[in-house]
């Protein structure tokens, strides 16, 4: 892979829906990437091993067999989704937990050479919103949290796609938040928790 200066890649926006918290041995269900170049990439996943899954977890994603019917398997799209994302920084929320799956996925069907391949430049929006609203008085980091408090629609949460713009959205606000905007925030929050 050539070198690619940091002003010249592209970012690709993250996310994923899967059927529990541990690489391995829970799967991608559904992912999203909405690149900078305009690009965007939304497929469900079906699934090897669903038995292993989550309740909770396919409780919150939605996940229903009649809807994953004609899913592709995993094997057959790691190849595009490593494509898409290949000599971009990464952008998620709670992004180690995305590409923890998605490295996961690339070592077992593409082995260790392409797990190489795999973007190391990462932006985490949990750590910019801890960073801008934690100290306005911000006391929950979830995206839909975040959202909400931020002016972004939830519309369509728990969808791969729908999340990875979400995050752009939050990305884009937090990253050019001045001292203005935190003090507005910081005065919104303790409305918020006293709307006297």
């Known amino acids: 892979m050539a070198y690619i200066p940091l ?5 690709a926006f993250l996310d994923i829906e899967t059927s529990g918290l541990v690489p391995g041995e829970h799967e991608i ?27 909770k977890a396919l409780e919150v994603n939605g996940y229903n067999e009649h809807e994953w019917e004609d899913a592709p398997r995993m094997k057959d799209v790691i190849g595009v989704i490593n494509g898409y994302l290949r000599d971009c920084v990464i952008i998620g929320h709670n992004v180690q937990f995305d590409m923890g799956f998605v490295k996961h996925a690339t070592e077992e069907y593409l082995g260790e050479k392409e797990l190489r391949q795999l973007p190391y430049s990462w932006v985490d929006t949990v750590t910019l919103a801890f960073e801008h609203l934690a100290p306005c008085g911000m006391i929950s980091l979830k995206l839909d949290d975040i959202c909400t408090f931020l002016g972004v629609s939830n519309a369509g949460n728990h969808r791969a796609l729908t999340d990875a713009l979400r995050c752009r959205e939050v990305y884009n606000i937090l990253c050019r938040a001045t001292w203005w905007d935190r003090w507005h925030w910081r005065r919104r929050v303790r409305h918020l928790r006293n709307p006297k």
């Open 29 to 55: 269900l559904e992912i999203g990437i909405a690149r900078s170049d305009g690009l965007t990439y939304s497929t469900k996943i079906k699934p090897e091993h669903i038995c292993t899954a989550s309740p």
């Open 7 to 11: 002003n010249k890649r592209l970012i």
